[in-house]
Nanobody, 125 residues
Framework: QGQLVESGGGSVQAGGSLRLSCVASGSTAKSSCMAWFRQTPGKEREGVARIYTGGGGTYYADSVKGRFTISQDKAKKSVYLQMNSLNSEDTAVYYC??????????????????WGQGTQVTVSS
């Protein structure tokens, strides 16, 4: 078993920044890739970004490309999502997820093995 714990959510004005953190424990720390998803009420959960824990390769949804950066600290078993130039459309609950084996895609939500509890990000205009 394993666990993912997110933190770093909060309220920010449009144009501001936030940094989300996700700490992996147990079997989740051995996952091949980690990803961030987000969901707003009434909408389907969407993939935001993913990182291969081995090689560090990253991928971003078009909606966040150039504004968000996913990174990792293997020693701390942590994955981060640096979010810059936030706008109201970024308001959502953000979830950290882990997939045990490759391949990975942020379009394959059901394939992810572990999920965090989510952290709320609210951007006010």
């Amino acid at each position: 078993q394993g666990q993912l714990v997110e933190s770093g959510g909060g309220s920010v004005q449009a144009g501001g920044s936030l940094r989300l953190s996700c700490v992996a424990s147990g079997s989740t720390a051995k996952s091949s890739c980690m990803a961030w998803f987000r969901q707003t009420p009434g909408k389907e959960r969407e993939g935001v970004a993913r990182i291969y824990t081995g090689g560090g390769g990253t991928y971003y949804a078009d909606s966040v490309k150039g504004r968000f950066t996913i990174s990792q600290d293997k020693a701390k078993k942590s994955v981060y999502l640096q979010m810059n130039s936030l706008n109201s459309e970024d308001t959502a609950v953000y979830y950290c997820a882990a997939k045990a084996f490759l391949p990975c895609s942020i379009d394959w939500q059901p394939k992810y093995d572990y999920w965090g509890q989510g952290t709320q990000v609210t951007v006010s205009s």
